[in-house]
């Protein structure tokens, strides 16, 4: 038989190791409980944030001439105006949303705003809605790696074979870019292709909702 070694309070090592054993699971899920109701939070935050984004681009476009009047307003357009600050990730507080994927696109008299930070995103939110849908996404690649990945054409244009532009941009911000560059009033890629080198790039990323969140 083998016999146990008893604590000064009775216990056996077994029971020690069991009691040790079952306050670290303990821990670990009021630990995880913390945690989610922590991110939780930012999911909210998050879907506040776009919120509040949307209602700044109705005010800024109601100041503009009507005829002027934009269809889409990027975030970095708002902070160059004065009309919000960035917006800091929620989920990474040392850095903040990405200025030319989050927009506010106007469409008759309804309002959808797409809003990324990091590789969160909200997407074609309705504002009004209590709800929103936020994604889970992969940097932008060049390459399609599943046939459930997203497409989206971006643009630039080229002088002596080099792209002028830092980055490729969407179309909506590719217009809007190259008339701020250029002092014209650009309508469509179509009118520019008359007279730059538009270059068109199809790029690829992985979308994966993660959470319907009410705010």
């Known amino acids: ?3 146990k070694k008893l604590s000064n309070k ?3 090592a077994y029971e020690l190791l069991t009691m040790a054993m079952v306050t670290l699971i303990l821990s670990f899920i009021v630990l995880q409980i ?3 109701s922590q991110k939780g939070e930012k999911y909210k935050v998050f879907a506040y944030n776009a919120k509040m984004m949307g209602t700044n681009a109705i005010s800024m476009q109601m100041l503009e001439d009507a005829e002027d009047a934009s269809t889409s307003l990027y975030l970095s357009k708002m902070i160059e105006e004065g009309i919000v600050v960035d917006i800091k990730n ?3 507080g040392d850095r903040y949303c990405n200025r030319e994927e989050s927009k ?3 469409e008759d008299d ?3 705003v797409d809003l990324r930070c990091g590789n969160m995103v909200i997407q074609n939110m309705a504002l009004g809605d209590t709800k929103a849908d936020i994604y889970e996404v992969s940097d932008w690649k060049t390459k399609r790696e599943s046939k459930k990945d997203v497409e989206r054409t971006f643009y630039n244009y080229q002088k002596d074979n080099k792209d002028v532009l830092e980055k490729d941009l969407e179309e909506a911000l590719f217009i809007e870019t190259v008339n701020e ?4 009033k650009y309508q469509s890629v179509e009118e520019i292709k008359k007279d730059l080198k538009v270059v068109e790039k199809t790029y690829y ?3 994966k909702k993660v959470k319907t969140v009410e705010y």
Do not use: I, W, Y
């Open 104 to 106: 506010v696109v106007f």
């Open 110 to 112: 309804k309002k959808f």
């Open 181 to 184: 560059t250029l002092l014209k």
């Open 1 to 3: 038989m083998v016999s």
């Open 205 to 207: 990323r992985s979308e």
């Open 10 to 12: 009775g216990f056996g």
């Open 34 to 36: 913390a945690l989610n």
């Open 90 to 92: 929620p989920f990474d």
